[in-house]
């Protein structure tokens, strides 16, 4: 675009044309552009305060310093200046249709979840939103967005646990919300019974945890010997209680989940926690709850399934027997506790939480007892408990000889509705299995033998 200069300038004359400042230089014959005064939407606009001119001034007149971000106002005579404000706005809420905020769980049925985010500005500047993920991943699950409103949509199969940040920003400032964590669980219905999967072993899928280190080597001095045994949700790490050395628990990892033929040793637990035969850890890893002869205890860890980096422990409460082994419903909102001693009827207390794997807040739901409900000593001197993910099956391990069997529950985790027991027999490896465990998945079953006249062996066996 041609520009059309006045007729014979002077030296340091300026003017403004095309929305930008000239000054003409008799030593350069030219104009040259100064970038001062320049006029937007009737504001002028100068570099730096040095530009603003000083006399030729009208009331009202405008200005704005660029450099400073600084406005100005004339009276005719001179300049004031004039504080800019720009408070950054702020986020009130992060809540879903019903008003719930984090931590939150996504359907698996496919149906969506509309996370609203409500922010407010001070200036009632309008808001741009954004969210990022910043822990995890989404794993298939989309996310989508309207303005103010996220909807994801979970995936059909890909379970996921994964973090969002949302923000708030005016275009000068922006509100960050904190961290929202999200969960995709799709929980297993097990499609097998204890009897199926511990009817033979086979004599290679064991192991002599001594073997191994940080595990003692000898008899146990009581006749409960064999620990205690939990085992990862994603099956790649496994925490064994060392009943002759004491209780502490001993950490190893599968490098094939759920593989005991490819354990490998991690670490020593901490020796202040006495995990004798009951232990069992929170969904993330983060606590570790354990029976302590008749207390239960729970260590905090700074390391997720890292029995060796315990913060602190505590003692939650007493029971008037031996604690044998101690479970969590999935959704940790139920703690059952398993006690007794060598010749009376062991018993399941189920315990009430206010909040999921928070003993702090507890009730006390049922006591349920074997031998007085059933009279059998198929299901006499129950040393280990274990439900389905659901909830509507409870298997148990009978010390008296080592047999297993299968209790259906009518109502999800309400052993007042406990039906007729199925025994599966012997594990197969003589009357010395006392404790098991099934994985997550339901396709692998461990149990613990003493043997009575060695230390602890593993073993295990899949479903085929």
């Known amino acids: 675009m041609a520009i059309n200069f006045p007729d014979s300038p002077v030296d340091g004359q300026e003017v403004i044309l095309a929305n930008t400042s000239w000054m003409y230089s008799t030593s350069k014959s030219a104009w040259l552009r100064t970038n001062r005064g320049v006029t937007v939407d009737g504001l002028k606009v100068y570099n730096t305060i040095s530009d603003l001119p000083l006399s030729g001034l009208t009331a009202g007149q405008q200005a704005f310093i660029s450099s400073s971000n600084t406005y100005y106002i004339s009276n005719g005579s001179g300049w004031y200046s004039v504080t800019l404000v720009n408070t950054s706005p702020s986020i009130t809420a992060v809540q879903d249709a019903s008003a719930n905020t984090t931590p939150f769980t996504l359907n698996t049925d496919g149906s969506t979840t509309v996370i609203t985010v409500t922010a407010t500005d001070p200036e009632d500047t309008p808001l741009i939103y954004s969210y990022s993920v910043t822990s995890g991943s989404l794993n298939g699950t989309t996310i989508t967005q309207s303005s103010n409103v996220f909807t994801i949509t979970p995936h059909a199969s890909n379970a996921t646990t994964f973090e969002l940040t949302f923000t708030a920003s005016d275009g000068v400032n922006t509100a960050t919300s904190g961290a929202n964590s999200f969960s995709l669980i799709f929980t297993p219905n097990w499609t097998t019974t204890f009897s199926t999967m511990t009817s033979t072993w086979g004599s290679t899928s064991n192991v002599l945890l001594s073997t191994y280190g940080g595990f ?48 490998a040793f991690a670490q020593t637990g901490d020796i202040n926690i006495k995990a004798l035969y009951a232990l069992d850890y929170i969904e993330d890893g983060t606590k570790l709850y354990y029976g302590d002869q008749q207390t239960v205890k ?67 739901a049922n006591t349920f007892n074997f031998w007085s409900t059933y009279a059998n000593n198929s299901v006499r001197t129950i040393t280990s408990i274990q439900f389905n993910p659901l909830g509507t099956v409870l298997y148990v391990v009978s010390a008296y000889g080592g047999t297993a069997s299968t209790i259906p529950l009518t109502t999800a985790w309400d052993l007042s509705t406990a039906g007729s027991y199925t025994t599966g027999g012997s594990f197969g490896v003589g009357a010395n299995i006392q404790k098991a465990h099934i994985s997550w998945d339901g396709n692998w079953v461990y149990g613990l033998r003493d043997q009575q006249d060695n230390s602890v062996r593993l073993y295990w066996r899949q479903q085929p």
Request: proline share 3%; aromatic share 10%; net charge neutral.
């Open 298 to 364: 729970y260590a905090n860890l700074n390391t997720a399934f890292n029995s060796n980096t315990q913060a602190s422990t505590v003692s939650v409460f007493t029971e008037s027997a031996i604690i044998y082994d101690l479970k969590f419903s999935t959704d940790g909102m139920k703690l059952f506790v398993l006690s007794g001693n060598q010749t009376s009827d062991n018993q399941v207390k189920t315990y009430n939480l206010g909040a999921a794997f928070d003993t702090s807040s507890r009730t006390l």
């Open 216 to 263: 003692a080597n000898g008899v146990g001095s009581t006749w409960y010997r064999s620990g205690a045994i939990s085992v990862s949700r994603d099956g790649t790490k496994m925490t064994i209680s060392d009943q002759i050395g004491g209780g502490k628990p001993v950490d190893f990892t599968m490098s094939t989940p759920y593989d005991p033929s490819t354990l």
